[in-house]
C-alpha cells in the first residue's frame, strides 16, 4: 500500500495547487472549482515558537507549513482526495531534536528542540465510498478517535500524524462502529526520518464503538492492537502493544463525569507486561466560564505511540518520548490538573491549567506545570493563537530540567 501512495504524479498534481496554506484536523476546508465534481483546499499556519530548558541554548523557530489538496467527488458515493503538506523554516534558530537530529535541517547543536524539521511530502491520498451509514476509506489518511488519547493527528505539530490504512465505519440506530487497518504510522518527522523517529512499520487493528444511552450519556468501548516490526538502526520495539479499554461520560445538575479505563498488555516481540490507564474529570460551567478538575494516571510500561500527546500532561511536552515508546526511564505518571476555560469581551477564549506530574503511585514527584491559551477568531478564515508553558521539574527526578514554552500563531484555511 505504502508504495503506491507515495507517488511522484500525486505530488506533481498538488504543486499546481501550492499557492496558499493551511490546516484542517478533520476534513479539507473546499472551495468549489468545477460543482459537484473537483473542489480544491488551501490552508496555512504561521508560526513563532519559543523554547528553553535548562542546559541548551534557547531555541526561537519560526515556521509556514502549507496544505493544498483537490477532491474529486466522481459520483454521489465515491470520492478521491489528495493532499501534500510543506514546511518552512523562516527562522532556524533551533534543532529538531531526536536521537539523530543532524539528519533533520534546521539543526543548530546545542540548541532546545523544537520538533518541525522543514519537510515537502504526501500528507493524503485516499479514495471514499460513502452510502447511506457506511463508509470505507482507503490510503493514506488523518485518523483521530475519540480525543486522541491513543489515536490522533497530532496536529500541533507542522508536519501531522497520518495512517496507511483501510478505515471502515457503520452507523446504527444509538451506535457508530470503527474499524481501520493500518500497515504505516507516517510520522511528525517526515518520510526522510530515521532510526527512532521514523515511519513506525507493522500490523495496526484499531476498534471502536461509540455508543449513545442518552443526550447527556455516552460511552466508548475499543481495542488498539499494535505490532511495529524492529527495524533496526535505534527504532523503539517498545511502541507495539495491545490497549483494551473504555470511556464513559454523562451531564448531572452538579456537573459534567467522564471516566476512563484501559488495559495494556504486551504484543508482537516485546516482553510480557501488563499495565493500567486511569482517568476522571469533572467539568462545572458557571455562566461563560468552565471549572474543571481531573487525573490521568499510566503505570509503568504504558505508551500510547500513536497518540497526540502534545494534548496531555502539559503544552511544555517534558514526557512526550515516555508516552510514545521512545524511551523507558520512568516510572510511569500521574497527573493531577485543575483549570479553568471561558469568552471573555469581543470572543476571546482563554484556557488556563496547573498540573503536578507524580510517578504511577504519587510516591515520587517528578514537577509542576502552568498552562495558558489564547485566541479568537479573526475572520471566518482566519485564527490568531497564543501559547504559553512552564514546566518547573523536582530536582531529584529523571524530570528535573526546567522547560519554557511560548508560541504564537495564525491559522488560515478555506
Given at each position: ?338 483549570g479553568m476555560a471561558g469568552t471573555v469581551c ?15 503511585s504519587l510516591s515520587d514527584s517528578y514537577g509542576w506545570e502552568a498552562d495558558l491559551v489564547a ?40
Amino acid at each position: 500500500m505504502r508504495n503506491n501512495i507515495q507517488t511522484q504524479s500525486a505530488l506533481t498534481l498538488l504543486s499546481i495547487c501550492s499557492l496558499s496554506a493551511g490546516e484542517a484536523l478533520d476534513a479539507p476546508s473546499l472551495i468549489t472549482e468545477e460543482p459537484e465534481k473537483l473542489t480544491v483546499s488551501l490552508s496555512a499556519r504561521l508560526r513563532y515558537e519559543s523554547r528553553e530548558t535548562d542546559g541548551s541554548d534557547h531555541s526561537h523557530a519560526g515556521t509556514l507549513r502549507v496544505r493544498p489538496g483537490l477532491n474529486y467527488k466522481a459520483t454521489d458515493q465515491l470520492s478521491f482526495f489528495v493532499e501534500s503538506e510543506h514546511t518552512l523554516a523562516l527562522l532556524d534558530d533551533y534543532q529538531v531534536g531526536t536521537p539523530q537530529s543532524s539528519q533533520f535541517t534546521p539543526f543548530k547543536a546545542g540548541n532546545t528542540p523544537i520538533g518541525d524539521p522543514e519537510t515537502n511530502e504526501l500528507n493524503q491520498l485516499f479514495l471514499k465510498y460513502k452510502s447511506g451509514e457506511f463508509s470505507a476509506t482507503i490510503g493514506r489518511q488523518r485518523l483521530i478517535l475519540d480525543q486522541a488519547q491513543f489515536i490522533g493527528n497530532v496536529g500541533w505539530r507542522q508536519n501531522e500524524q497520518t495512517l496507511d490504512a483501510i478505515k471502515l465505519s457503520y452507523a446504527f440506530d444509538s451506535a457508530e462502529l470503527t474499524y481501520a487497518y493500518a500497515d504505516q504510522a507516517n510520522r511528525i518527522f517526515g518520510s526522510d526520518a530515521s532510526g527512532a523517529v521514523k515511519a513506525l512499520e507493522g500490523d495496526v487493528h484499531l476498534f471502536n464503538l461509540q455508543y449513545k444511552h442518552s443526550d447527556d450519556h455516552q460511552s466508548v468501548f475499543y481495542a488498539y492492537l499494535m505490532d511495529f516490526s524492529d527495524q533496526g538502526g535505534g527504532f523503539p520495539t517498545n511502541a507495539s502493544n495491545n490497549t483494551f479499554g473504555a470511556q464513559t461520560s454523562f451531564k448531572t445538575e452538579q456537573g459534567d463525569i467522564k471516566l476512563e479505563l484501559a488495559y495494556q498488555m504486551e504484543a508482537g516481540d516485546k516482553a510480557d507486561y501488563d499495565a493500567l490507564y486511569t482517568a476522571a474529570s469533572f467539568q462545572k460551567k458557571v455562566g461563560n466560564q468552565s471549572f474543571f478538575v481531573g487525573f490521568e494516571r499510566l503505570e509503568d510500561g504504558f505508551v500510547t505511540p500513536l497518540a497526540t500527546v502534545h494534548a496531555y500532561n502539559g503544552f511544555a511536552d517534558v514526557f512526550i518520548s515516555n508516552r510514545l515508546g521512545l524511551a523507558t526511564s520512568w516510572d510511569g505518571i500521574t497527573d493531577v490538573y485543575v483549570g479553568m476555560a471561558g469568552t471573555v469581551c469581543d470572543g476571546y477564549k482563554l484556557k488556563g491549567i496547573v498540573h503536578y506530574f507524580g510517578d504511577d503511585s504519587l510516591s515520587d514527584s517528578y514537577g509542576w506545570e502552568a498552562d495558558l491559551v489564547a485566541s479568537k477568531s479573526l475572520t471566518s478564515s482566519l485564527k490568531a493563537t497564543a501559547k504559553a508553558a512552564y514546566f518547573i521539574g523536582d530536582k531529584d527526578s529523571n524530570f528535573s530540567t526546567d522547560t519554557k514554552q511560548l508560541s504564537l500563531h495564525l491559522d488560515y484555511s478555506f
